[in-house]
């Protein structure tokens, strides 16, 4: 849950595409997903989002809306509730 939190701080979030982040992780709109073994794609993403603050800030903010809208405890109780509703007759 701590990166839901990360999200929903508005930092851009800055990862390695393992595990379950790439599920909700959108490269270049709320942060970067970069491959464990590529360290220069590291480094380009955090050269980018030390430079530009505006970058920063944007993807910041999408992050922050995609965690309001996508993982809400309304909405994932939404989502459970609809899983249910399609399992009974």
């Known amino acids: 849950m701590a990166d839901f939190e ?3 701080g508005g930092p851009p979030v800055v990862a390695t595409s393992v595990g379950g982040l790439l599920e909700f992780l959108e490269h270049g709109d709320i942060g970067c997903s970069i491959s464990p073994l590529y360290v220069a794609a590291l480094t ?22 995609h965690v309001r ?21």
Do not use: K, W
């Open 6 to 8: 990360a999200m929903a």
């Open 44 to 65: 380009n993403c955090l050269r980018l989002l030390l430079r530009d603050p505006m970058c920063r800030q944007d993807m910041g903010a999408a992050a922050r809306q």
């Open 69 to 89: 809208e996508n993982f809400s405890a309304d909405h994932m109780v939404a989502e459970i509730e609809a899983i249910y509703d399609s399992l009974v007759p």
